[in-house]
Every structure is written in structure tokens, then in C-alpha cells.
């Protein structure tokens, strides 16, 4: 009898030694929502992307991860995008807003990070981490050129009030990037779980002026991120 409940204790001990070591790698993809801030708010609406990751857990409170990401900004905030201009009208001055109905531009990123979490909870079907990351980014901008008088009516009199000529634009390069945020993780079934992540992400990538349209410099593409993941732990 004694040998038998040996037995059957090292059998559930060897048993859950596998199953935590058969637990210990993790991969999925994800969803992710962002919205601009700073000064790559004036040019962009919030607008998606997605990435895929690949991790193992390296102890009890540790997991690291590589994450390949693309990011897109393809909506341009009309709000924002706006020209300001003093002009002459028939002899007066007047300060005028124009809209850019026209002007069309483009942020895309692609990257790859290395990517860590730290335990907050662990439980059975519920985890949540502070997660924290580094990267390197190819991104790729594009600005429309803009080519148009823009015209003010005055007592029954058109004025051109503004003459447009600005060639397009078109910007490459490589940038460094970091993250920072928070994880909520639920088992769906296993070894299913679904999780979201709020997060703050930096790139150190410059889009340059154009005056003659009043866009100013964007030194830094801040944004706000919120992720859904589809998990699978193994």
C-alpha cells in the first residue's frame, strides 16, 4: 500500500513538473488601436494595426517576448489640418482660416521589439502584468503636394487669396522606440486566453515642417495604444 502511494505521488509530481514545463512558451497575435498624441495629433486620427509575438516564461515573475508590429496612420485630422494666413481684401487686412480638403498624408511603421512582463496576479485563469518594451522601427511618410489658389468671396467679389505650389513629400528612416503599460489576461480555454493591453509607445522618428501649409515638425510619434490578444500558452 505504502508503495503504491509512493508511486502515485511521484506519478502527479512528475505529471505537473510537464505540465508547468509544457507551459512555459506562449504566442498569438493582436489587434491594436491608436491614438496619436502630441504633435502627431495634429496630423492624424486615431486609426489600427496589429502584431504577432512569440515568448517563454524564465521564472515565476518574468516573461520575455518578441514582437513584430505595424502601425498605420492613414487618417489625417481635417480638424488640425487647417492653413492661417493674413491677407488684403480690396485694401483690408483680415486673418483667414482656410480648410486643406486636398492635402493627404501617411504614417506607416513597421518593427520588432524585445518585450518583457512582470507579474501584478497570477492566478489559474486570471493574470495581469506591468509589461514593458524596446524597439527598432522602419517607417515610411508621405505628404501630398498641393497645388491650388484658394479663393475668398467679398461683397460680390472674389479674391485669390492664397496661391498654392507645394510639392509633395516623401520620408524613410530607421528609429529607436520604447513601451510601457499594463496587461489583463483571462483563460478562455485552455490553453486559449484572450487579453488586453493599454500602453503608452514612443518612436524617436522626426516628420519634417512644411510652412507653406502651416505643418509644424513632428519630433516624436507619441501614441496610446489598446491591444487584444489572442494567447496561446504551451
Given amino acids: 500500500m505504502i508503495k503504491k502511494v509512493i508511486f502515485f505521488s511521484l506519478l502527479i509530481s512528475l ?15 493582436s489587434g491594436s488601436y491608436f491614438n496619436p498624441v502630441g504633435s502627431l495629433s495634429y496630423r492624424f486620427k486615431p486609426d489600427g494595426g496589429f502584431s504577432l509575438f512569440a515568448g517563454y ?12 508590429e505595424y502601425i498605420s496612420f492613414m487618417k489625417e485630422n481635417r480638424d488640425k489640418l487647417k492653413l492661417k494666413r493674413s491677407v488684403n481684401l480690396g485694401g483690408v487686412e483680415e486673418i483667414l482660416i482656410f480648410d486643406l480638403p486636398k492635402l493627404e498624408t501617411d504614417l506607416k511603421i513597421y518593427g520588432l521589439s524585445a518585450n518583457a512582463n512582470a507579474k501584478l496576479i497570477d492566478f489559474d485563469f486570471f493574470r495581469s502584468d506591468l509589461t514593458f518594451g524596446f524597439g527598432i522601427y522602419r517607417w515610411e511618410s508621405g505628404r501630398s503636394g498641393y497645388f491650388d489658389t484658394l479663393r ?3 461683397s460680390g467679389i472674389t479674391y485669390d487669396a492664397v496661391i498654392l505650389k507645394v510639392p509633395p513629400l ?4 530607421w528609429s529607436g522606440g520604447f513601451n510601457v503599460g499594463i496587461n489583463f489576461s483571462t483563460k478562455i480555454i485552455d490553453p486559449i486566453w484572450f487579453e488586453v493591453n493599454a500602453n503608452y509607445k514612443a518612436i524617436i522618428g522626426e516628420l519634417w515642417a512644411t510652412l507653406d501649409l502651416d505643418l509644424e515638425n513632428v519630433s516624436v510619434f507619441q501614441m496610446y495604444e489598446i491591444r487584444v490578444s489572442w494567447k496561446a500558452r504551451f
Fill in 152 to 154: 475668398v468671396e467679398r
Fill in 15 to 29: 505529471s505537473t513538473s510537464l505540465f508547468a514545463q509544457d507551459k512555459i512558451y506562449f504566442g498569438g497575435v
Fill in 170 to 173: 516623401k520620408q524613410l528612416d
Fill in 57 to 68: 516564461k524564465s521564472g515565476e515573475s518574468w516573461e520575455w517576448f518578441g514582437k513584430f
